[in-house]
Every structure is written in structure tokens, then in C-alpha cells.
């Protein structure tokens, strides 16, 4: 609502406005930082990239690890690692988040969420961005024997559409790919958010006095 007679928004309004935008940009900011820092580390943590080359297969051209048990063993380290460094910036974020928003729960709530969105895809992108790019993709493009080195990557598995819903989206195969690792950094910032809200909520209720009341009630013994 506005005013009527300055035009300017009612003083009600701008206080519901204050009381999301800072609940919500902070975590945001924390989010966009904490992903930054785990992309670095991620990559840190995981490289240098384990060394290949491009085979000739009966499904055409394609790359595998050599030696093959050690860069086996990186793919799936690459994952691993995401999953333990993102679950511990994600619950900082969490724990951090629901300080600074304790007395706006519902757009603390928000915030939280948000940027672990943010900070699962920023943590995604600056790893992979310092890791080679994906041998497989240059796989057609070179000869055979080429040594080209590994890429750092998220393991994902397969959902099959049913046929209605992949006609309804276009998808010719059926098949698209689900990144379930992503899933840590939402689930660990809304463990560490809701751990900070109980945690107060129990700190505060402790505090109040069970009947307010009594602190006025004169002692019978003092009367006589």
C-alpha cells in the first residue's frame, strides 16, 4: 500500500519488505561464497587429472583411463569428494543461515534454500572449469591412440520416462540423466538450518518464567 498523500510506500510494507531481504540476500551471498570455495577445493582435492587415451571400440571411438584401475578409481573419487565437501559447506551454510535469520524463520527458510541451489551449482562449474575438458566429447575428433587426460565430473544414473511423459517433453530416447549428488548441498544446509531453529526455539523456551504471574503474588508468610 502507499500513502495517499505522499505517494510513498506504507511504513508496514517496507518493514515486510526489510524482513525478507535481508534473511534471504545474506544466505544468498554466504551461498554463492561457500560454493565458490568448495569449486576450488573440489578441484584441489581431486587433481591433477588422471591420464588416457582414445580406444577403438565396437561402439566407435572412446576414451578410458590408463592405467585403467587408477583412473577408474579417480572417476569415482571425484564424486566422493564432491559429496564430502559439499555436505560440510552446505551445513556451515545451514548453521550460519539460521544465526542470522533466527527471528525470520519462514524467509530465513527461503534463503537457505536458495543458496544451496546457488552453492551446489557454483561448486559444479568453478570445479569443472579448472578440470580438462571431457575427453569423451573430442573422442570423434582424433585418432585413434590419442593421450588425452581425464575430466572431473559427478557420477549421475539414468531415469527412464514413461513414453506419454517423454513425448510430452520432446525426448526421443526416454532417457535423462539425474545428478543425485547435487542433493547434499540442500539437504545438509536445511539440517543445519533446522538443528539452529530447534536449538533456540528449546534455548528460548527455557528462559521463560512458567508463571509470570507468581512474580507479583505476595508471600503469605511476609503479610503476617
Known amino acids: 500500500m502507499q500513502d495517499i498523500e505522499t505517494g510513498r510506500a506504507a511504513p508496514d510494507a517496507v518493514g515486510r519488505a526489510r524482513a525478507w531481504a535481508l534473511p534471504v540476500a545474506v544466505p544468498l551471498a554466504l551461498g554463492a561464497a561457500l560454493g565458490g570455495l568448495g569449486g576450488w577445493l573440489w578441484w584441489r582435492w581431486w587433481g591433477p587429472a588422471p591420464s588416457g587415451q ?55 527458510l527461503v534463503g537457505v534454500l536458495l543458496a544451496s541451489v546457488l552453492g551446489a551449482g557454483l561448486m559444479t562449474w568453478i570445479g569443472q572449469e579448472q578440470s580438462p575438458p571431457d575427453p569423451q566429447e573430442q573422442a570423434a575428433k582424433v585418432e585413434i591412440g590419442t593421450k588425452l587426460p581425464g575430466h572431473l565430473e559427478i557420477a549421475s544414473h539414468e531415469l527412464d520416462l514413461p513414453d506419454s511423459l517423454a513425448d510430452a517433453v520432446g525426448d526421443d530416447d526416454g532417457i535423462i540423466p539425474v545428478t543425485t549428488p547435487w542433493l547434499v548441498w540442500p539437504v545438509g544446509a536445511l539440517l543445519g538450518y533446522l538443528v539452529v531453529m530447534l536449538a533456540l526455539a528449546t534455548t528460548a523456551g527455557a528462559t521463560l518464567p512458567s508463571d509470570p504471574r507468581a512474580q507479583h503474588r505476595a508471600d503469605p508468610a511476609e503479610s503476617v
Open 54 to 108: 582414445i580406444y577403438d571400440t565396437v561402439a566407435g571411438p572412446a576414451w578410458y583411463p590408463n592405467p585403467f584401475d587408477p583412473g577408474i578409481t579417480a572417476d569415482f573419487k571425484g564424486t566422493a569428494t564432491f559429496v564430502v565437501i559439499g555436505v560440510g559447506l552446505a551445513l556451515a551454510l545451514g548453521i550460519a543461515a539460521g544465526l542470522w535469520a533466527r527471528n525470520n524463520a519462514i524467509p530465513g
